[in-house]
């Protein structure tokens, strides 16, 4: 098995046992090494100087192995599937595998968030290592009992068996077990001999979810805990003015009406705050009350006067800045490669498109909420966040208590997309509870969570292709965006090193809405603009449209240049295998088919999307998607992932709009705001690229392909090019 | 305030509340019955679906000073272990994502079943049009309510 060791070990850190004096053994270890590992759990641990360690699986004398898993469940199975690792290597039955959410107490505790789909491939090696010298250590233990040479013994199923059929549990040698030396270089398992990776294992929380019980953070309750609304502007680049609560204050149950902000500004000013930190710094009304519907009903009753503080923004003045950068000359170079001015100007053809996407809010199921409990000995917070770590330590600034104070409880999300990076809920929250003195819970709405902010940026590309006896010799793409621009990878991503003049330029616009990441950032967009343009030059060049990414990637295969993130090999592998699932230019009459491909979160995707016409009008039926995300470790949870991805992807692209008019955002609810539902869904197939390589994410590179993929089966049907988002909007 | 004697999932349940609270919040807020869940408020996306005499109905939209004489269910009250044949069909495909929006999901699929034994895949898409799953496990509900009919005949 190929072991990318990205990550390295220091053993002495590694890993540390200790009795527990419930019984049992408890093992403490350091899931992501890249992490200053620093963080408390919820056993008695304290006496054993675990601080070092952010994971613990504990074996109880009975033989049942529980896993307090630190990272946070969005949706994208990583609490299934990381235990599975470790059981693996562990070598116990899975039925005996219990997961429970880790608490943090924390202190520069990192990486303990959901995002980027990296929690898998951070963790492999160390959930591995972790199992197997757990492992070796049982053994090691049960050999001391026998007498005889730990390697004479064997242990599966939680069972330690010696060369003369003697047999131990797991739970009769713990005790010992933990007392022992952490062996170093145990062996891992062959991928051949794995039982539990590459299993169907349903979802472990699958029982509490399909009977209702409280899981997520809205279901979190506390003792004497209120419920609070909070009015913000109805506008970005407003601020509040004045107010009057008289209404509101007759709502029976609503308890009282106060503001906030004055910390988050201070926060700001104090400087601390860095990119990912999305706030204004506005006042905004508070509706505390005894339960949810008269924090509702109050801030509806509320009146509230708002000045503007800076430009009120529409979608129209982002259409026209983001037009003016493309045509300007203010750039950032991010990738240059050959002489993509020799390129043009030698060119036979030159082919220049633009593309555009609008502003999309995440929209998780569960509207953003979160629990605070301020008093001057702690602060308590629980809640759906997928950066724990760094939310406690803006509270502890925020509201200037010792980071040792805070302490921060993770609930199952309703979702993430994104959204759950971004604090802003938690802060409020803590405001809230710091300003009433009481635990409180933070409640949206849905109307608030669609206009509160941080959303996927509004962005263009503007790429161009050079054209010569018949091959592609330059490619210029440029970005300009709202906020930000493409991180740092991407500028590497396909077609990168397959076309011999190559540029990437980015540039953006500063605006007051607040944007954030979106379900695989930026590639979520700009998949859609390069696999269109591909498509086009395929036609231009009368290629097949599938050929022509085959016949590119030959360019990258053996390419040395180390900045290159993804394989020429591997996305070659995946679209051959999607070429020959999907049936690819073999269709029955009527159906119309488009393929793209991309690579993104260190993941190879290719899909081919298959649309019919209903009365003139596209119905995505069916895609067919090929992945290549090394080891497979939980084909169930593996397949949902991708389909969950595939189907986001195309639902946003057909149907998501959202525009300002003078900085108000226009959609704020279902009724308006089109999702992908039931009718609508094509049907998925997923396979997977064999191999055993390190897995890879999953939770995102399902969606970057898919609206492309849809764009060049319309353009099929219909000889309709699609430049923008939502493509209902084009049609 | 007034009081107001419910009858949820088999037991006479009294509260307290203003005639407009809408069912939604007493359950979760009131009763603790936190399984009913909130996503749009307005009757849009099926999250906080209940059965009333059997109906599946938006509790968001539906006011406490409305529910004299009738029976309401729960997705606790579905099944006394869990072991509602959609349910059980649900977790037999792993139908759950996130999971957010499952129990409206069961409720919807449960309701549409009492009325529809052997529907056809495309009145199983209609029947579950109005709720929405923004993790998108559509087909696989779509799957989980064949099976559970098959379970059910
Ligand atoms: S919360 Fe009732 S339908 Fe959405
Ligand atoms: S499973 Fe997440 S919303 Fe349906």
Known sequence: MESQNKYNFSRRNFLKTSVLASGGMLIGFNLLTACKPEAVMPVDIKSLNFNDFNAFIKISDEGYVTLFSPNPEIGQGVKTSMPMIIAEELDVAWSKVNVVQATLDTKNFQRQLAGGSQSISFGWDALRQTGATAKQMLVNAAAIKWNVDASTCKASKGIITNANGDQLGYGDVVKEAALLEVPENVKLKEAKDFTIIGQEIVNVDIDKIITGKPLFGLDYKAADMLYATVLRPPAFGQVLDSFDATEAKKVKGVIDVITIGGKVRDYINSGKNDWTFVMSETDKVVVVAKNTWAAIKGKKALSATWKQDSKLESTEDHDTILTKILEGNKFDVRREDGNIKKAFINADKVIEKTYHSPFLPHNCMEPMNFYANVSSEKVHLVGPVQTPEYAAKVVADMLNVDLDRVSVEMTRMGGGFGRRLYGDFVYEAAEISSAIKKPVKLISTREDDMTMGVYRPAIKYRIKAAIKDGKITGYHLKEAAINGNMYGLIPNFFPAGCIPNFKVETSNYKSNITTGAWRAPYTNFLAFAEQSFFDELALELNIDALQLRLDLLQNVKNTTDKRIEYSGKRMEDTIKLVKEKGNWGKVEKGVFQGFSAYYSHNTHVAEIAEIVLKEGFPIVKKVTVAVDCGVVINPTGARNQVEGGVIDGIGHAMYADFSFNKGKPKYKNFNTYRLIRMQETPKVAVHFVENNLSPTGLGEPGLPPAGGAVANAINIALGKRIYSQPFINEL | ?153
């Open chain 2, 1 to 153: 305030m007034l009081n107001y004697t419910l009858y949820i999932n088999g037991k006479k349940r009294v509260v307290t509340a203003d005639a407009d609270t809408p069912l939604l919040w007493i359950l979760r807020d009131e009763l603790n019955l936190i399984g009913t869940k909130f996503g749009c408020g307005i009757a849009e996306c099926g999250a906080c679906t209940v059965h009333i005499d059997g109906v599946a109905t938006r509790s968001c939209q539906m006011k406490v000073s409305f529910l004299d004489d009738v029976k309401i269910t729960t997705i606790e009250g579905l099944s006394e272990d869990g072991k509602h044949p959609v349910q059980e069909a649900w977790k037999e495909i792993d139908v759950p994502q996130c999971g957010y929006c499952q129990a409206g999901q069961i409720m919807t699929a449960s309701a549409f079943l009492a009325e529809n034994k052997n529907p056809s895949k495309e009145e199983i898409r209609e029947a579950m049009h109005g709720n929405i799953c923004r993790c998108a496990s559509y087909n696989r509900i779509e799957k989980a309510v064949k099976v559970a009919a098959e379970k059910m005949s």
